[in-house]
Nanobody, 123 residues
Framework: QVQLVESGGGLVQAGGSLRLSCAAS????????MGWFRQAPGKERDIVPV????????YVAGSVKGRFTISRDNAKNTVYLQMNSLKPEDTAVYYC????????????????WGQGTQVTVSS
């Protein structure tokens, strides 16, 4: 069993930065593939970046490439999403996700979800 708790969301102006954190409980955190999804009102939940258990970046969505960076600290059971050069279209609820299956991450492959944190980017 893994529980995920996100923090760090908020309101920021376009061009600004935010860092999201996802704290995980459970002794097996380091074995999970971790990712961040986001969901804007009326839209599907989409994967943003994915990081393997060893810290390798396995996927970054084209819309955030060069602006968002995912990282993890297995000693602290925490995964991070550094978001720079934010745009109004980045506005969404951001969800931390954990999956036992390595590699690509889709909604159906997620084993555990966080509760979500709102990110709002004003123009």
């Amino acid at each position: 069993q893994v529980q995920l708790v996100e923090s760090g969301g908020g309101l920021v102006q376009a061009g600004g930065s935010l860092r999201l954190s996802c704290a995980a409980s459970g002794r097996t955190f380091s074995s999970y593939t971790m990712g961040w999804f986001r969901q804007a009102p009326g839209k599907e939940r989409d994967i943003v970046p994915v990081i393997s258990w060893s810290g390798g970046i396995t996927y970054v969505a084209g819309s955030v490439k060069g602006r968002f960076t995912i990282s993890r600290d297995n000693a602290k059971n925490t995964v991070y999403l550094q978001m720079n050069s934010l745009k109004p279209e980045d506005t969404a609820v951001y969800y931390c996700a954990a999956a036992r299956i390595p590699g690509a991450m889709v909604v159906a492959s997620v084993d555990y979800w966080g509760q979500g944190t709102q990110v709002t980017v004003s123009s």
